[in-house]
């Protein structure tokens, strides 16, 4: 059940964008460059400083589409919803997240559609 709910979170959120992001200029924001493959990341750790990001994720021949959630490691269900890929990833192509601002503290990334392993992501 959780599985569904997390893949219709990710499709309804495809369809939104927001009013706060749209307010902040994207040169604002570091890009970080993830990629999956089948099954999973090929980044298994990250580490940031605090600020503003735009998650850029490559479908490196999963074979179907591929999304993008980040979640605080405490509640891995509270999803960010800014970090999601403004549209499903298609195979062999690559999308962004809106802007994301992070604070110190540690989170986990993964995809429900691929589906991966929760990876760490660090903020210092």
Known sequence: MKKIISILV???A???TTNAQNHMSKDKATVVALEQT??????????????AYIFEITNSNVG????FVLAP?????????????TKAVQNNSK?????TTLEKGEYVYFCPLNPTPQYTLIVK
């Not at 089948?38 to 600020?51: M, V």
């Not at 179907?64 to 999304?67: I, T």
């Open 95 to 99: 999308e962004t997240s809106n802007i």
């Open 10 to 12: 990710i499709a309804f």
């Open 38 to 51: 089948k099954g999973e990341f090929t980044q298994k750790e990250i580490t940031l400083k605090a600020g």
């Open 64 to 67: 179907h589409d591929v999304g």
């Open 14 to 16: 495809f369809t939104l």
């Open 73 to 85: 490691k405490s509640n891995p269900d509270a999803h960010i919803k800014t970090a999601y890929v």
